[in-house]
């Protein structure tokens, strides 16, 4: 039973730094690409990063990319997003993505306001 359960959300100031953090379980996590997509209310879901399961980042949005930085740890069963220098536009639910089984975490809430 694959499992993804996303933290490390919050509320933080324009310029400031947040690592997003998604724990898998349940399935051959290293063999997986993984993916985060981000959206806001009223807004469509957005892809955000890949790492594919030899551990390449791909396809960046336009929008994060020189900011974000995606990595995992097949020994933790980890992903991971490292977002530097947030801009209000970067408020939204974030999520981690198994892309090969379709499972999707729960989300977790980013906010960038002074």
């Known amino acids: 039973q694959v499992q993804l359960v996303e933290s490390g959300g919050g509320l933080v100031q324009p310029g400031g730094s947040l690592r997003l953090t998604c724990t898998a379980s349940?399935?051959?996590?290293?063999?997986?690409?993984m993916s985060w997509y981000r959206q806001d209310p009223g807004k469509e879901r957005e892809l955000v990063a890949t790492i594919t399961s030899g551990g390449e980042p791909t396809n960046y949005a336009d929008s994060v990319k020189g900011r974000f930085t995606i990595s995992r740890d097949n020994a933790k069963m980890s992903v991971y997003l490292q977002m530097n220098s947030l801009k209000p536009e970067d408020t939204a639910v974030y999520y981690c993505y198994a892309r090969r089984s379709m499972n999707w975490g729960q989300g977790t809430q980013v906010t960038v306001s002074s």
């Open positions: 349940g399935f051959t996590f290293r063999m997986y690409a």
